[in-house]
């Protein structure tokens, strides 16, 4: 079984920048997709931003030019700049393996203050 372990949530004003990071807790299987989504009070869970196995990379339009998306072996990184009180949400990491099994991770609180 595999755990995803969550890491850089936390509080900050608008316009500031926060990295979350995720990392698999086993070394060796085969990843096809590794992405973010958020969840909002009372709103639906939405992707953030996700990383194929090939490098290409696809983001939320409200998120395009202030978030990066980024990978290094097991652990996904998701860089927040320029931050909004809009962005606050609980943040879920994702790996998607080749047969499209998902697995999740425990959501990191992200809070920004307008």
């Known amino acids: 079984q595999v755990q995803l372990v969550e890491s850089g949530g936390g509080k900050v004003q608008a316009g500031g920048s926060l990295r979350l990071s995720c990392s698999a807790s086993r070394s060796r299987f085969n990843i096809n997709a590794m992405g973010w989504y958020r969840q909002a009070p009372g709103q639906q869970r939405e992707l953030v931003a996700e990383?194929?196995?090939?490098?290409r990379t696809n983001y939320a339009d409200s998120v395009k030019g202030r978030f990066t998306i980024s990978r290094d072996k097991n652990t996904v990184y998701l860089q927040m700049n320029s931050l909004k009180p809009e962005d606050t949400a609980i943040y879920y990491c994702?790996?998607?393996?080749?047969?499209?099994?998902?697995?999740w991770g425990q959501g990191t609180q992200v809070t920004v203050s307008s």
């Open positions: 994702n790996f998607r393996d080749t047969v499209g099994f998902n697995y």
């Open positions: 990383i194929l196995s090939g490098g």
